[in-house]
């Protein structure tokens, strides 16, 4: 560290801890760190310490309400894109190298290098198939059979257009008073060499709406299937928790709730959060050489970054769990109160842990030498310990005491994180897995933290020969009690957490009436705007309209039995095979067979118009939002009104801007060739409109009805000669759809 900037902070006047601060360091080199508190979401103090020190956060490619709330309350404020001064970059993307480069020893980083390792499916799969050559299948058996296409399977028997991951589908899983479910667990690394892990004591558990049926003929549900929020949020048997302190009802539970559960059914939690703890752990080990060498590369220091990873575990009859995915930013979105205490606890624990110096970032850009790991020298690895196995050393380096130091501090102000490596048993657990590239500072923790589970010449004879059963871990009664107590915690009930500052839109707490003004106010500007001239870019168009179409299908999805017998869901289905001839690729459409009910059938049209969506979205993205100019809309006013707008007010301004514009072909686009039968395939079974893959084809004519083809000559396609006259006589949603029920439940008996 520079001598200027150690000076930045040593003359800095800083109050004694107390509930906003933190102090860490060794002596004579003291450092305040920040104290985050979810409880300051409700009751916002009054003159924040970050204020005082005009800490600043920056966001790219993301956007969370709670992480801006989180930031506001603890008086961080939002640095604009170009400015290179910020505490905290929180992004949804992979920062770029020259970024990592150039941070300061103060910046945090919500992403490790080459993090993707662990989070994109295919890579996941292909670090797992490599632990299990090397170290054994028996010991990476925890996630299903999975194929990466193309390559792993005959080219000339599938489609060569894109990449996909296929999995085996586990038939038997855990079900709750006959539902489908899977755990959601908040998984923090504040370092990968020595590798540091923590698991957040409480996780969420998402339900199916529709109670699980193991038969082929329901297949084709995806709310039987699929426990995503966005799949089931619409779906009239979906129930909705609104009170956080009570966390076992509805189709959205806490992780505690759960474990209670199943302990009142006489099933063994204990062995069930080891089994989980195990997953976390030889996972991130896979991945682990991999992300340590791009951080000697392009990390300046070891506290730069640090990550939050979202486990997906599916929990099977046999209460043996399954990892489906990690996600690298996990959904911060608070739709319910358990959402908001469960996250809102999550991030400020997470960078009370991480440990954010109260620092001005204005004042430590004044420091002319960057901090680079010329300056602090990173501890030697495995490269430089010779080839017989323990390091030479006769005590710790300066570096080495100051990890050591650091973990303990970390794990002092872990609040309710868990620290699952290192713990008293991991080293005779895992240390058969580690690279060579992770072991000697993982070696050197372990030994420091706890060197009676170690032992003398067991703990220097290198870690290859360390990797034993649980039951020659030296001080057996040791690890028990920590693994009893670890499961203790994750059964006790949060006792943290805003419930209610962040559930639903994010609007604050505004009531119904100051948010429809609101959207008036918009509404008028966008229409008076249109009516001057300005019109929307191709991007908005097609954004708009996107927000148009899942309006209908959540009316699909509230309202089934109002929409039997009347032929609209015949006309739905009719659009999206017209809409189709305008896609990129072409796909096929399961059209309802006549043994389908009329709720089965509003089912199946729903998740295909879900499926065409977002199919339509991920070509909108091809559009890149153009530079702003007077003669468009305004980013942040389209923006804001196609969040708010109703489904009227969206068809109202896309109906005017069609009249105005002749610019149907602006959102639908045009229609294209149609591909041969022998390409043409059907989606998969998923209704989420930001998670599935598409469906649709042409009609089976390939012929555009006349309708269509004249719309097209004049140039005058609107919603409504498409889709309007469709659905014009379709019913409001009604509240709730709870009285619906008892219908739905007559198909799945």
């Known amino acids: 560290m520079s001598s200027t900037l150690r000076n930045i902070r040593l003359n800095i006047t800083l109050p004694e801890e107390d509930e906003w601060l933190i102090w860490a360091g060794g002596p004579g080199r003291k450092q305040a760190l920040l104290r985050f508190n979810a409880a300051n979401l409700d009751d916002e103090p009054p003159d924040p310490i970050g204020r005082q020190y005009q800490m600043l956060f920056k966001m790219q490619n993301t ?47 919500n992403h490790f290098p080459r993090s993707y390792e662990l989070t994109r499916k295919d890579r ?39 990449s996909v991951v296929v999995c085996k589908y586990i038939e038997n899983p855990l079900l709750v008073d006959g539902y489908k479910c899977d755990v959601r667990l908040y998984v923090a690394v504040t370092s990968y060499d020595p590798l540091v892990i923590y698991l957040y004591e409480e996780g969420l558990i998402r339900f199916a709406a529709v109670k699980y049926d193991q038969s082929a003929k329901m297949l084709w549900n995806p709310c039987m299937h699929l426990t995503n929020y966005s799949v089931n949020k619409y779906h009239t048997n979906y129930v909705q928790n609104d009170d956080a302190e009570v966390d076992d009802y509805g189709n959205k539970w806490s992780l505690s709730a759960l474990l209670r559960h199943l302990k009142l059914a006489g099933e063994d939690t204990t062995r069930l959060m080891q089994d989980i703890e195990a997953i976390i752990v030889k996972s991130i080990i896979a991945v682990a050489p991999t ?25 099977d009859s046999s209460l043996r769990p399954w990892l489906l995915e990690v996600n690298l930013s996990p959904s911060l979105g608070c739709d319910t109160p358990l959402d908001s205490k469960v996250k809102s606890a999550v991030i400020s624990d997470l960078f009370t842990l991480i440990g954010v110096p109260a620092v001005d970032p204005g004042r430590a850009r004044q420091v002319k030498q960057r901090q680079r790991a010329v ?161 929307m870019s191709r991007y908005q168009a097609r954004l708009a309209f996107s927000f148009y179409l899942q309006h209908i299908q959540r009316r699909l999805m509230c309202n089934m039995e109002q929409v039997q017998g009347s032929g609209q869901l015949e006309l739905v289905l009719r659009f999206i095979r017209k809409a189709a001839r305008n896609l990129t690729d072409a796909y096929a459409i399961q059209t309802p067979g006549r043994h389908f009910t009329p709720v089965e059938k509003a089912i199946l049209i729903a998740k295909q118009l879900g499926d065409f969506i977002h199919l339509y979205n991920r070509e909108t993205l091809e559009h890149v939002a153009p530079r702003e100019s007077p003669a468009l809309l305004d980013a ?61 084809r042409a009609d089976e004519d390939g012929a555009p009805d006349s309708e269509t083809a004249r719309a097209r000559q004049t140039g005058a396609l609107s919603v409504g000669n498409l889709l309007k006259t469709s659905l014009r006589d379709f019913p409001a949603p009604a509240g709730g759809g709870r009285d619906r029920v008892r219908a739905l439940n007559k198909i799945y008996r």
């Not at 340590?292 to 997906?312: H, I, Q, S, W």
Request: hydrophobic residues 35%; aromatic residues 8%; contains cysteine.
């Open 124 to 162: 996941l799969c292909k670090n797992i198939e490599r632990m299990k050559y090397i170290r054994g299948a028996k010991h990476f058996d925890f996630i299903p059979p999975s194929y990466i296409m193309p390559t792993e399977y005959q080219p000339d028997q599938i489609p060569l257009d894109e």
């Open 636 to 696: 942040q006013l389209h923006k804001q009104f196609v969040t708010g707008a109703s489904e009227s007010d969206l068809e109202e301004a896309l109906t005017l801007h069609t009249s105005l514009f002749n610019s149907a072909d602006l959102f639908l686009g045009r229609a294209r060739a149609r591909e041969p039968a022998s390409r043409a395939r059907t989606a998969p079974s998923s209704a989420a409109t930001d998670e599935t893959t598409s469906v649709a």
């Open 291 to 315: 992300v340590t060498t791009a951080c000697k590369m392009f990390v300046p220091t070891r506290k730069n970054c640090f990550e939050l990873y979202g486990f997906d575990i599916l929990i």
């Open 63 to 109: 956007d969370s309400k709670l992480f801006r709330r989180v930031m506001d309350v603890h008086g961080i404020s939002e640095s604009s894109a170009s400015v290179s001064d910020f505490n905290i970059l929180w992004t949804g993307v992979h920062p770029k190298p020259f970024v990592l480069r150039n941070l300061y020893d103060y910046q945090r980083v």
């Open 375 to 535: 300056v602090r020298v990173r501890a030697p690895s495995m490269d430089s310990v010779p080839r017989g196995g323990k390091p030479l050393r006769s005590a710790l380096s300066a570096e080495e005491a100051r990890i050591v130091r650091e973990v303990r501090e970390e794990d002092a102000r872990r609040g309710a994180f868990i620290r699952i490596f290192p713990a008293p048993e991991t080293w005779s657990l895992y240390s058969c897995f580690l690279a060579p590239v992770n072991s000697h500072l993982n070696q050197m923790l372990h030994e420091e933290l706890y060197p009676h589970t170690i032992g003398g010449p067991q703990g220097s004879s290198g870690p290859r020969s360390l990797c034993r059963k649980s039951s020659s871990i030296p001080s057996l009664s040791i690890t028990s009690r920590s693994r009893s107590e670890r499961t203790a915690c994750y059964e006790r009930p949060l006792a943290r957490g805003s419930k209610d500052a962040f559930v639903g839109a994010g609007e604050g707490g505004r009531d119904a009436a100051e948010r429809a003004t609101e959207r008036l106010t918009v509404k008028r500007e966008i229409i008076e705007q249109m009516q001057r001239g300005v019109r």
